[in-house]
T-cell receptor, first 117, second 109 residues
Framework: GAVVSQHPSRVICKSGTSVKIECRSLDFQATTMFWYRQFPKKSLMLMATSNEGSKATYEQGVEKDKFLINHASLTLSTLTVTSAHPEDSSFYICSARHDRNPYNEQFFGPGTRLTVL | EDQVTQSPEALRLQEGESSSLNCSYTVSGLRGLFWYRQDPGKGPEFLFT???AGEEKEKERLKATLTKKESFLHITAPKPEDSATYLC??????????FGTGTSLTVIP
């Protein structure tokens, strides 16, 4: 149990285009999901907390209009990188928290490697 | 201020050479401490949750322990396939989640 998928696993796009990344909890419901960004050989940096049915909560310094988050159902959250630029190239990882688990473990997806040319 | 610190930053072991990784934390109200393994280019893989001081969890060559100030991940007789970055994270009673910076483990055959 507690499997989280991400799609796509890898995407290359041109500067100025938008890219959508999907995060799904496959075998559990997750009211809360998280989006992280990871730079090479660095730890995970929390970008935002995604809440089903309400607006996402963004961490300080993360542009809401740049990184659009939609948590449309209890098993799906999407991150859209709008008007992507080369500096947005990174490894994006989502995680989901099991609704029935009171201890707040997060289960992570396999990540999405974004390269903006 | 809530803080999670891992040490060492990097660790090289010979195959079979046991050692421990440390995760020290200072948080207001521990709800759970988690260990993850991350391989290059992949998302973190969940290993253990520890809830209270004195608790221990084991999985194959790994054993995690918890005190009121820190957690240790003991690796017994490691193999090259244990090479990865090990991350610890803490959930607080205020619903915050903090990651340490990780320990990069390399096990040499």
């Amino acid at each position: 149990g507690a499997v989280v998928s991400q799609h796509p696993s890898r995407v290359i796009c041109k500067s100025g285009t938008s890219v959508k990344i999907e995060c799904r909890s496959l075998d559990f419901q997750a009211t809360t999901m998280f989006w992280y960004r990871q730079f090479p050989k660095k730890s995970l940096m929390l970008m935002a907390t995604s809440n089903e049915g309400s607006k996402a909560t963004y961490e300080q310094g993360v542009e809401k209009d740049k990184f659009l988050i939609n948590h449309a159902s209890l098993t799906l959250s999407t991150l859209t990188v709008t008007s992507a630029h080369p500096e947005d190239s990174s490894f994006y990882i989502c995680s989901a928290r099991h609704d029935r688990n009171p201890y707040n473990e997060q289960f992570f997806g396999p990540g999405t490697r974004l390269t903006v040319l | 201020e809530d803080q999670v610190t891992q040490s060492p930053e990097a660790l090289r072991l010979q195959e079979g050479e046991s050692s421990s990784l440390n995760c020290s934390y200072t948080v207001s109200g521990l709800r759970g401490l988690f260990w993850y393994r991350q391989d290059p280019g992949k998302g973190p893989e969940f290993l253990f949750t520890l809830y209270s001081a004195g608790e221990e969890k084991e999985k194959e060559r790994l054993k995690a322990t918890l005190t009121k100030k820190e957690s240790f991940l003991h690796i017994t007789a490691p193999k090259p396939e244990d090479s990865a970055t090990y991350l610890c994270a803490v959930a607080t009673s205020g619903n915050q989640f903090y990651f340490g910076t990780g320990t990069s483990l390399t096990v040499i055959p």
